[in-house]
């Protein structure tokens, strides 16, 4: 047996002739019970850190999934249109060089009204169109003068750096595009680099 209940056996032969029936202390005290209770009270602690700890992992868990969660769907409404923008913008380019040639014949030794009404129209339209793909984002790179990035910029010929420092984007032989500042169309680039006498 326990030696809780050997203590609590003297105790009670000790005691009991020396308190009244209606003493209120004369009741039993059950050491064995308060041990077991006290050892239960110390592992139902324990399960509650135990638990305490996997809900706060699992509020984290779950907080890391409604984050990424929200950021695919914002980046879905962002760049949803990529696929279609990188089509629009070949039609833009297309736009711009018939406008280019238009200019061109539209001089004023040519006094054809009608090429210049052309002309006057596919400019307005090429405006109209920048107008519409900076609303949703499309923005096209002016990389003329700045330094060459490789994120936004692809190298297609090298130009003899007159009045530029060497490494700077000399001239584009087609537009770059950005949705969003995400490069979708790099831009094809000529850099400027010392020539070699």
Known sequence: ESPCVFSTAAQQRSTGDESGPEDP??????PLSDCALEHK?????????????????????????????????????LFGIQSFCRDLVEVADILEKTAESAAEEAEP??????????YEGLALI????????????????????????????????????????PGTIALV????????????????VGVAVESQE
């Open 109 to 118: 030794s040519n006094p054809n009204p009608t090429l210049k009404k052309i």
């Open 126 to 165: 090429e405006s109209k169109l920048q107008s519409v793909f900076a609303k949703h984002g499309l923005q096209k790179m002016n990389p003329v003068g700045g330094k060459y990035d490789p994120y936004d910029h692809e190298i297609v010929c090298h130009v003899p750096a007159e009045g530029m420092q």
């Open 25 to 30: 202390h004369d009741e039993p005290k059950h």
């Open 41 to 77: 009270a110390i592992k139902l602690e324990e399960q509650v850190r135990d638990l305490t700890e996997r809900y706060r992992k699992a509020l984290a868990d779950s907080d890391n999934v409604r984050r990424r969660t929200q950021k695919f769907v914002e980046d879905a409404k």
């Open 173 to 188: 032989t087609q537009d770059g595009y950005k949705l969003h500042g995400r490069t979708i169309r790099h831009a094809l």
